[in-house]
């Protein structure tokens, strides 16, 4: 069983920055991916980036050059540099983690979600 905790949301104007951050308690498998999730009201929940054991990273075309997903493996740790924030990238983001056996899609656990909010 993994436990997943967010923090780092908030309420930010158009063009700001925040920083997640989400922490793993309980077992990885060797090799997973961590992620990020979002969904604003009325929308789908969408992938925003993920981020491999390895350090290879994915990301939402339409967060790509804003958005930087980074990861210490050492403490089970993912974070998500938000910069250039814009209203439409309000929602509540979840941390995620996809365990071996990898699968395109597939999610393992959730985070309860951090609210982000943009003002123009």
């Known amino acids: 069983q993994v436990h997943l905790t967010e923090s780092g949301g908030g309420l930010v104007q158009a063009g700001g920055s925040l920083r997640l951050s989400c922490s793993a308690s309980?077992?990885?498998?060797?090799?997973?991916?961590m992620g990020w999730y979002r969904q604003g009201a009325g929308k789908e929940r969408e992938a925003v980036a993920q981020?491999?054991?390895?350090?290879?990273?994915t990301y939402l075309d339409a967060v790509k050059d804003r958005f930087t997903i980074s990861r210490d493996n050492n403490n089970d740790a993912v974070y998500l540099q938000m910069n250039s924030l814009k209203p439409e990238d309000t929602g509540t983001y979840y941390c995620?983690?996809?365990?071996?056996?990898?699968?395109?899609?597939?999610?393992?656990?959730w985070g309860q979600g951090t609210q982000v909010t943009v003002s123009s």
């Open positions: 309980g077992t990885l498998s060797k090799i997973n991916v």
């Open positions: 995620t983690v996809n365990q071996w056996p990898l699968s395109a899609g597939k999610v393992d656990y």
């Open positions: 981020i491999s054991n390895w350090g290879s990273t």
